[in-house]
Nanobody, 123 residues
Framework: QVSLVESGGGSAQAGGSLRLSCVAS????????MGWFRQAPGKDREAVAG????????IFRDSVRGRFTLSGDYSKQTVWLQMYSLKPEDTAIYYC????????????????WGQGTQVNVSS
């Protein structure tokens, strides 16, 4: 049984910051890549960012590049999504995901999902 457990999130005002964490565990599973997706009300789930534990290089969707950072620790099977300069349009449920590298900006890339954590950004 593989488990992805997210923490962090909550509420912030526009321009503020929040940090999300995700830990992968179970069945000796050690993913090569982990990432974050989000789903706003009435919208499809979209990829936000992904990182390879092999290269350490994160990649971001255009709308968050320069505002979000993504880092990971392979030994802890943990990734952190630091969100700065938050905008109301960042409001969504954020899901941690894990899979094989390379990371792709599509839901079908993910082999495992977390339960999701809510992020609310007010104007």
């Amino acid at each position: 049984q593989v488990s992805l457990v997210e923490s962090g999130g909550g509420s912030a005002q526009a321009g503020g910051s929040l940090r999300l964490s995700c830990v992968a565990s179970g069945n000796n599973y050690r993913p090569d890549c982990m990432g974050w997706f989000r789903q706003a009300p009435g919208k499809d789930r979209e990829a936000v960012a992904g990182v390879s534990f092999i290269s350490g290089q994160p990649i971001f969707r255009d709308s968050v590049r320069g505002r979000f950072t993504l880092s990971g620790d392979y030994s802890k099977q943990t990734v952190w999504l630091q969100m700065y300069s938050l905008k109301p349009e960042d409001t969504a449920i954020y899901y941690c995901a894990a899979g094989s590298c390379p990371f792709y900006f599509t839901q079908s890339w993910a082999q495992y999902w977390g339960q999701g954590t809510q992020v609310n950004v007010s104007s």
